[in-house]
C-alpha cells in the first residue's frame, strides 16, 4: 500500500510540474509572440521617420536650389547679361535639373530604408511566431510528458 501512495503522489507530482511547465512554456509563447509585435511596429516606426526626414532633406535641396539660382541671376545681371534667355537660361535650368535629382535620389534612399525597415520588421514578427511556436510544442511536450508518467504509475499499480 506505501509503494501504490508513492506511486499516486509521484504520479500527481509529475502532473503538477507537467501544468506549471505548460503554463510557464504558454506565458513565453505569449511573451514571445508579443515581442516580435512590438519589434515589427518599431521598425514600421522607424520607416516612417526616414520617410518623414527624406521629405525634410527634400524642401531644404528645393530650397537651396531656389537661393543659388538666385544667386546666379543676380550675378548674371551684375556682369551685364541678359538673363532671360539663351546660355544664362540654360545655366539655371541645368541647376534646377541637379536638384531635381538630388530629390528624387533622396527619395529614392529613403524608399530603399523604409523597405528595409519593413523587411526587419516582418522578420522580428516572424522569429517571434517562431519562438512563440517552439514554447508552444515544449508546453504540449510537458504535458504529455505528465501524462505519460501517470499511465506509468496507473500501468505500475495495476500490475500489481
Known amino acids: 500500500m506505501a509503494l501504490v501512495t508513492a506511486m499516486v503522489i509521484t504520479a500527481v507530482a509529475a502532473v503538477g510540474g507537467a501544468v506549471t ?89 529613403a524608399e530603399e530604408g523604409v523597405l528595409l525597415k519593413m523587411e526587419e520588421g516582418r522578420m522580428a514578427r516572424l522569429a517571434g511566431e517562431a519562438r512563440a511556436s517552439a514554447y508552444s510544442a515544449q508546453g504540449r511536450a510537458a504535458i504529455w510528458g505528465g501524462v505519460a508518467a501517470v499511465a506509468g504509475s496507473a500501468y505500475t499499480i495495476f500490475k500489481e
Do not use: C, H, P
Not at 46 to 60: L, N, P, S, V, Y
Open 21 to 109: 511547465a505548460y503554463r510557464g512554456a504558454q506565458d513565453a509563447k505569449d511573451a514571445a509572440r508579443q515581442q516580435g509585435e512590438t519589434e515589427e511596429a518599431y521598425a514600421v516606426r522607424q520607416g516612417a521617420m526616414i520617410k518623414r526626414q527624406a521629405q525634410d532633406e527634400t524642401e531644404k535641396i528645393r530650397r537651396a536650389a531656389v537661393e543659388y539660382r538666385a544667386t546666379q541671376v543676380a550675378n548674371q545681371a551684375a556682369s551685364g547679361i541678359f538673363t532671360g534667355k539663351g546660355s544664362a537660361q540654360v545655366v539655371r535650368d541645368k541647376t534646377t535639373q541637379l536638384a531635381e535629382q538630388d530629390i528624387l535620389l533622396t527619395l529614392d534612399n
